[in-house]
C-alpha cells in the first residue's frame, strides 16, 4: 500500500500530505530535490527537480516572506528562516514540518555549520545572531549583536566559513564578525570594525576564503582574507558609482549567490543599471556590464559560463543572462511579473524561476533558453535545492 | 536616522506640496488592487508581508497611529534620505500615496 501511496504521488504530482502524516513517506535519494517558498500562504513545496513535480505541499511555516534555506548535510531535511522569527525543520521525503521554534521577532537567514551540527540565525530584531542545535534546534549560544554605547544593530549576511566558523555583518554599526563555534559554549567572536555604511548583505567565495560585504550607505564594498584575518577589511571599488546619482532602490539585491565565475566576481551596482565585474585576489575592476534593470540576483551557472540577473521593481518581469567570457548579453526573457528568484539544477543544464505574480515557477534550458516546465506555486519566492548540502556558504 | 529626524527632514517637502495633497479622488478599482499588491509585496520587501517589520520599521495601525497623514505620505512619496527608504514619486501618485496610508492606519480588512 505505502508502495503504492509513493508511486501515485510520483504519477500524480500532487501529494499533499498533512503536516504529521508519515505513512507517505518516500524512500528515494534527495539529491534532485529541492523547495519552493510560498511566501504569503506559509507554505512550501517539496519539488522534484528531474521529473518537474511537486512532491509535497507543507503548511504552517509562519511568515514566509523573505525567508530562505539550508540543507542539513544528509540532505534530508531543511532548515527554513522565517521572518516572523521562525525556524522550521522540514523532512522531505515525509514531506512534513519535523519542528518549528520562533526564536527571534524578525529575523532575515541563516546558515548551517561545516560539521552540520549547528544551525545559525540572523536576527533584525533583537539583533544578533542565535545558534541552535541542528538535530534538535534546541538553543546553543546566542551572539549579541551590540556595540559600546550603541543600540543592537541588525544582522545580516551570515555565511558559514572553514574552521567551525560563522561570519556575519551588522547593518548599523558597519562590522563584520567571525564568530568560532568549536566549542558551542563559548564562541570565540573576532570583530572587524569599519566595513563601510550599512552593510546589506553579504557572501563568501565558494572556497571559503573570502567574505565580501556589499554597502547600502556609501558606494563600494568590503572584502575580509579569512585565510589572513590579521590583515583584516579590505574597501574595494571605491566610489563606483563614478560621481552618478544612484537610481532609487525599490529592492535590495540579494549577495548570497552572487557570482563567483572563476577568477571573476560579479556584483551589483546599489543604484545602477550595471554588474560590476572584479578580478579575484586583486579586487581590479574589469569591467562592467550594462544590463535591463537594477540586478536583484546574479546566480552563475554551476560551470561558470553564465549568470543569470533578475531586477528590482519596475523591471522584475525580466531576466537577463550574460556570457562570463564576453561580458556580453547573450539573451533576455520575459518570464512574467514579479521574477523573485532563480536557481540552477546541481550541474546547470536548467535553471529555475519563481514568478510570483502568475503563480507558477518555470523550467528552462540553459542552453536553448526553451521553457521546459511550468509548476503551479502560490506566490513563489526563494527556490532552494539539496546541493547546496554540500556548499560552502549556501 | 531616527524617526523623528526622519520626519522633520521630510516637513519642508511636504509644507511646500500640501496643497497637491489635499484634495483629489480615490484611485480606481483596478489600480487599488494593484496598490494593494504593491503594499503587499514590494512595501513588503523590507516591511514585512504582514508589515511587522524588517529592513524597514514595523507599518502595523499601532506604529503609524501617531503619524499624520499627510507627514506618511510625504515620507513615501520623497523617501528617507540617509535610509533605504527610496521615494516612490516615480511610481505613485498623490492620491494614491494618501490611499496606501489609509489601507496602513485602518490595518488589515
Known amino acids: 500500500m505505502r508502495r503504492l501511496l509513493q508511486a501515485a504521488c510520483l504519477v500524480l504530482a500532487s501529494c499533499s500530505v498533512a503536516a504529521g502524516a508519515s505513512d507517505a513517506c518516500l524512500s528515494r535519494g534527495t539529491g534532485d530535490l529541492g523547495i519552493v517558498v510560498e511566501r504569503t500562504s506559509g507554505s512550501l513545496q517539496v519539488v522534484d527537480t528531474t521529473r518537474h513535480v511537486e512532491l509535497f505541499r507543507i503548511e504552517g511555516l509562519g511568515d514566509l516572506s523573505h525567508a530562505s534555506a539550508v540543507f542539513s548535510r544528509d540532505a534530508r531535511y531543511a532548515y527554513v528562516f522565517g521572518r516572523d522569527g521562525g525556524l522550521s525543520k522540514v523532512d522531505l521525503l515525509c514531506g512534513r514540518l519535523v519542528k518549528r521554534v520562533v526564536q527571534a521577532g524578525n529575523s532575515i537567514g541563516g546558515a548551517i555549520s561545516q560539521d552540520g551540527r549547528l544551525v545559525a540565525v540572523g536576527n533584525y530584531s533583537p539583533g544578533g545572531v542565535r545558534i541552535f542545535d541542528a538535530e534538535t534546534l534546541d538553543p546553543v549560544a546566542d551572539l549579541p549583536a551590540t556595540v559600546e554605547g550603541g543600540a543592537a544593530s541588525k544582522v545580516v549576511g551570515v555565511v558559514d566559513a572553514p574552521g567551525q566558523r560563522f561570519v556575519y555583518s551588522l547593518f548599523e554599526a558597519g562590522e563584520v564578525r567571525v564568530a568560532d563555534l568549536h566549542n558551542p559554549a563559548q564562541p570565540a567572536v573576532t570583530r572587524f570594525p569599519g566595513a563601510g555604511a550599512n552593510p546589506y548583505d553579504a557572501l563568501i567565495t565558494p572556497d571559503g576564503r573570502y567574505y565580501i560585504v556589499g554597502l547600502f550607505g556609501e558606494d563600494g564594498l568590503s572584502v575580509l582574507d579569512l585565510w589572513n584575518l590579521s590583515g583584516g577589511l579590505e574597501r574595494i571599488l571605491p566610489g563606483y558609482g563614478r560621481g552618478e546619482r544612484p537610481l532609487p532602490v525599490y529592492k535590495m539585491p540579494h549577495l548570497e549567490g552572487w557570482a563567483m565565475a572563476g577568477d571573476r566576481a560579479f556584483l551589483p551596482a546599489v543604484g545602477h543599471h550595471q554588474l560590476l565585474v572584479v578580478e579575484r585576489d586583486s579586487w581590479r575592476e574589469l569591467g562592467r556590464v550594462a544590463v535591463h534593470g537594477q540586478p536583484v540576483f546574479a546566480v552563475v551557472r554551476p560551470d561558470g559560463r553564465q549568470v543569470w540577473v533578475n531586477f528590482a521593481l519596475p523591471d522584475n518581469d525580466t531576466v537577463q543572462v550574460i556570457d562570463t567570457q564576453s561580458l556580453m548579453v547573450i539573451h533576455t526573457l520575459k518570464p512574467g511579473k514579479g521574477v523573485m528568484h532563480l536557481e540552477f539544477s546541481p550541474r546547470g543544464e536548467e535553471v529555475w524561476l519563481s514568478v510570483r505574480d502568475q503563480n507558477e515557477v518555470q523550467v528552462y534550458d540553459t542552453e536553448d533558453f526553451t521553457l521546459k516546465a511550468r509548476l503551479p506555486a502560490e506566490a513563489p519566492s526563494g527556490i532552494f535545492f539539496t546541493a547546496r548540502a554540500h556548499r560552502i556558504g549556501l | ?109
Open chain 2, 1 to 109: 536616522m531616527n524617526a523623528r529626524k526622519a520626519f522633520s527632514l521630510a516637513l519642508p517637502i511636504l509644507l511646500l506640496s500640501l496643497g497637491g495633497i489635499a484634495a483629489g479622488a480615490p484611485p480606481e478599482d483596478a489600480r487599488q488592487q494593484a496598490l494593494q499588491h504593491l503594499l503587499l509585496h514590494d512595501c513588503g520587501s523590507c516591511h514585512g508581508t504582514r508589515l511587522t517589520g524588517g529592513l524597514g520599521p514595523p507599518l502595523l495601525p499601532a506604529d503609524v497611529a501617531g503619524k499624520t497623514d499627510e507627514a506618511l505620505v510625504a515620507v513615501i512619496l520623497n523617501g528617507v534620505p540617509g535610509t533605504p527608504m527610496p521615494p516612490w514619486r516615480p511610481l505613485l501618485t498623490e492620491d494614491e500615496a494618501r490611499w496606501l496610508v489609509r489601507r496602513l492606519k485602518e490595518g488589515p480588512p
